[in-house]
């Protein structure tokens, strides 16, 4: 006999991949990719000849990599905040606490999904980019690599938080608040399109509190020469900050997030989704 | 005597200072269809959840398939089966796909006897979503939806099934091919169902005994038949002479009919009509609720 709780991590990790494959080919979620492409790139195509004072980069160098690393973070947290939020009310998540090891397999599958969607979600800004502007892109072998640790570390320190928080709302509704809003705050003061060093000093200081700052910072020494490191604060790319920043997330997050899903699952009962179920149906009515 | 599958005593569930249900007692045998009435409110949603172990009780004792729902681990969800009202979810995926991928998360539980989980095309003819197998799930109507939910209910071949208000929305002829595989999960497959409904003619037609729940307990508990005599003893007499019709109440019916066929020999249209299940409930749930009854329905409790 196959050991329940493994195979059904197994059905999990494949039911992700299904319902990215389902995303890929659902308009929605395409038309989506296109929109966040075209605000990047657009804004990035309006920018495209603006120097950086003092250097020989362009606006478009520096600034596409900090909005790949907000992006992560954007797709990262509120992608799967919203998901579950949406989920315990659906009746998604009852089917999967009613299947032995359901909800293993539900958090596996999340896992999956919300990560496989990085890939179409930075392509889709990257690679126009690529071919739009000169000297954009990761730079080498090295600057991939880079890329792609970051994005490792990014999955890690802030997929966890989506799926917290997404629990602990009371609500689908509250999805804005919760999810959109300190996003937004962040990439504000988070130094993507403008550098950090322009804002007040404890505006700074509690910008570096969150993973948003730091994966731009990592995106960036990806993307650009050594010499660019001099616009950065303490004029380094701070590589070990970055790392131990990240892993500082990830492992809180990490070792949050069970706990905090499976009490929300326990709490998770038919009648919650029908109170929701009425609840959106008078908004409908409205 | 068969084994009890659910056995609750002394249930109680209290939301803030409301209490929901104030003393629950009763039991389901192996193979039996139970079906719990019972009107808005009173407590059925409430009870169930707590059955499956999706609701924490505020006290009692509560027994399903030898564990506590508390603190049952996932080999005891693998043997119960669960139909949720459904809503929106999964709207990309088909019936196909959700019942294959849910299905597997029951194949480690698979013995000779019981073998988990049910075949896909199987289950979806058993529920006749045959031809909608590869739409969207968007796409189906509430009905179809909800057959959906029954299929992911059984589809790990529970020893138990819950059933809460499982044919809302389905049509007639819908509604009697779900009868039809209730009936066939009990016949063939020894499983033991407990279903809530607001639909009195199902329950009589589907359950093997009643549950009224009403006013936070069980106030009555016996097969449609039981109920109906038990509680309303009185018959109503009806027939026409000469054109004329006549209605009289009765308790001895049958005594009643032998001295009026004895006294009038033209007595045409004769019609002795029992107390219905639904003039049963409409009884109980009414002296319930108003407090008036209780006395009576007390002791026919103990009686049952």
Redesign the interface.
Known sequence: ?????S??LR?GL??GW?EFL??LR?PQDVWFYLFTSTLAVGFLWFNRNNPIEGTELLYTQVTLPSILGALLVFGLYVGPLSTLAL?R????L??Y??????MV?YVASQAVYQTAQVVPSVAVILVPSMLLFDGVGPLGLRGWLTMLAVTALGILAVLPFGLIVGSLIPGSQKGGTWGMLPIMVLFGISGIFFPISNLWGWVQALAQVFPMYWLGLGMRSAFLPDAAAALEIGGSWRTLETVLVLATWAVVGLTLAPRVLRRMAER????Q??EA?DRALQQWVR | MAEDVIGVRGLRMRYGDKDVLTGVDFEVRRGEVVALLGPNGAGKTTTIEILEGFRRRSAGEVSVLGSDPERADEDWRARIGVVLQSWRDHARWTPRMLLSHLGTYYRPYSTPERPRPYDVDELLAMVGLQDLADQKIRTLSGGQRRRLDVAIGIVGRPELLFLDEPTAGFDPEARREFHDLIHRLTDMEDTTVLMTTHDLDEAEKIADRILILAAGRIVADGSADELARRVNKGAQVKWTVDGQHFVHATTDATAFVRELLAANPNIEDLEVRRATLEDTYIALVHSVESGVGTGPIDAFAEAG
């Open positions: 006999m196959t050991n329940p709780r195979q059904a059905i494949r039911r299904t389902l995303s659902s989920e009310e659906d009746g998604t009852l089917r606490k009613a299947a032995p090891h359901g397999g998770q009962s038919g009648s989704v029908q179920r």
